[in-house]
Every structure is written in C-alpha cells, then in structure tokens.
T-cell receptor, first 116, second 109 residues
Framework: EAQVTQNPRYLITVTGKKLTVTCSQN?????MSWYRQDPGLGLRQIYY???????DKGDVPEGYKVSRKEKRNFPLILESPSPNQTSLYFC???????????????FGPGTRLTVL | DAKTTQPTSMDCAEGRAANLPCNHS???????VYWYRQIHSQGPQYIIH???NNETNEMASLIITEDRKSSTLILPHATLRDTAVYYC??????????FGTGTRLKVLA
C-alpha cells in the first residue's frame, strides 16, 4: 500500500532533550516536506526537500533540522526542543515534476508532540 | 509571497452543492492553485488543482476566474462525510507551499 509513515505518532518530552521524528514513504517520491499545524494558524511548512541531499527552508524553519540521505526517508530533528514547538506535525511527499503541473502531496498520519 | 484568503467557516445542507471561495490576488502567472481537505486531525487529502482552466474530477470542480485572482471549489452533492477543513493553496517559488487557515465546512443533515 502506498503510504507515508511517521514515528512516533505521539511524543511527550521535556525542554532541551533532542528528538527525531521519522518520516518514510514507499512511493519513490522525490519531494518531501514537513509541516506543523497549530490552532488558528493552519499548516505551515517547516522544511522541504526536492531530492536526496537537496533541502530548503519553508516558512518556519527556526529550531528544526532535516536531512535527506535516502530518497524514502526525511527525518525532522529538534536539537533542543522548546514548549513553543508543541504542535501537530505532518510529513508529506510527492512526485517532483519540475513543471509544477501536478504535485499532489500525500500526507502522513501526523505526530502530536508536546514539549514540557 | 502569494497568499490565499478563505472564509473561516461555511454550512451546507446535505445533498446540496457546496461552493467554497478563495482569493489569491497576488498569484503569479505560472503558480497553480491546489485544494486539499483535512478531516479532524488527519493528514490533509488532495482534492484538485488548476492553473487557469476550470477543472473537474470525481471529487469536485474547480472554477478559476479569468484574472486568476480567485477560485471556487464546488462539491456538487455534499454529504456528511464532506465535513472538513478545506485549504486553498498556491505554490510559491521553488515548491514552497502556503496553506493558510482554511474554511471549516459543516454539512448539515
């Protein structure tokens, strides 16, 4: 089954304790992206990647790191989490057409992170 | 950056057409308009996209004005399962997505 998986689905942690949220897709998609969703603010893009070793900042990259060493995986790293990073996080992937003619994104189920 | 503006919420009677508007007055000539929806806190689901022509698929129709400054998503026969938050999105520059806050559609029995 074609899907985007995220782990963990739920995480409660404390300020300053490094964590990684994993994202994996099995559709051979070039493009992958991370979003956070907060009440009243909708979804905001954190980072995206157009292919292996190619990443770029979205709208709210501060406090986050990403890496794209393999095509299928795009982990989100919080080196020193803070309470303002408490949020619902989504990973997504899509084909990278180059022409932007069809870039349907497939989203993962979400990771609910609480930083105390 | 191109941004979208949508009404915060709308109601629609079951079986009737739901028309969801979106303003994107700063959209550039080669930027596509995408629509997604999100049911509860699940991952958003793609609905439809377009550039300048009207589009239709099995889920919905997308009407884009001639000046491309606004568009309307039409769900022709809304059901209770269409209750969701609907996002109108444009891609900005090199594959950066601006989602906005969306329209909360409630389909009433």
């Amino acid at each position: 089954e074609a899907q985007v998986t995220q782990n963990p689905r739920y995480l409660i942690t404390v300020t300053g304790k490094k964590l990684t949220v994993t994202c994996s897709q099995n559709m051979n998609h070039e493009y992958m992206s991370w979003y956070r969703q907060d009440p009243g603010l909708g979804l905001r893009q954190i980072y995206y990647s157009m292919n292996v070793e190619v990443t770029d900042k979205g709208d709210v990259p501060e406090g986050y790191k990403v890496s794209r060493k393999e095509k299928r995986n795009f982990p989100l790293i919080l080196e020193s989490p803070s309470p303002n990073q408490t949020s619902l996080y989504f990973c997504a992937s899509s084909l990278f057409s180059g022409s932007r003619s069809h870039n349907e994104q497939f989203f993962g189920p979400g990771t609910r992170l609480t930083v105390l | 950056d191109a941004k979208t503006t949508q009404p915060t919420s709308m109601d629609c009677a079951e079986g009737r057409a739901a028309n969801l508007p979106c303003n994107h007055s700063t959209i550039s000539g080669n930027e596509y308009v995408y629509w997604y929806r999100q049911i509860h806190s699940q991952g958003p689901q793609y609905i439809i996209h377009g550039l300048k022509n009207n589009e239709t698929n099995e889920m919905a129709s997308l009407i884009i004005t001639e000046d491309r400054k606004s568009s309307t998503l039409i769900l022709p026969h809304a059901t209770l399962r269409d209750t969701a938050v609907y996002y109108c999105i444009v891609m900005v520059g090199t594959y950066k997505y601006i989602f906005g806050t969306g329209t909360r559609l409630k389909v009433l029995a």
